[in-house]
C-alpha cells in the first residue's frame, strides 16, 4: 500500500475557509478520482515557537504506485491547480509518499 502524504501549513486569515473547503469539496474531488481506497485529515498538535498559521496532514490511502502514478498525471495537476486558485499564497505544502509495511 502506498500512502500519499500532504502536509500543509494555513495562514490563519484562510484558516475557516481553507478547512471548510477541503472538506466540502477538495477531498472528495480526490476521492470520487477512485485512485485511493481511503484517507485521513489531522491537525498537528505540535508546533515551533516561531511558526503561524496551523498545519495539518492529509493521507490518501493507494494500493499500488501505478495508481498513484495515474493520480498524479491525469488528477493532480486540475486539483492542485483548483486549491492555488482557491487559496494561492495562503498555504505552503509539502508532499511525501511514503510505502505501507
Known sequence: MIIYNITINVEDDAHDAWIKWMQETHIPDVMRTGM???HSFSKLLSRQDDETGA???I???CESMEK???YQTHFAPALQAETQK???GKFVAFRT???KV
Do not use: K
Request: hydrophobic share 45%; charged share 15%.
Open 36 to 38: 485511493f481506497l481511503d
Open 55 to 57: 498545519t495539518y496532514v
Open 68 to 70: 498513484y502514478e495515474h
Open 59 to 61: 493521507q490518501y490511502l
Open 97 to 99: 509518499l511514503m510505502e
Open 86 to 88: 482557491m487559496f494561492g
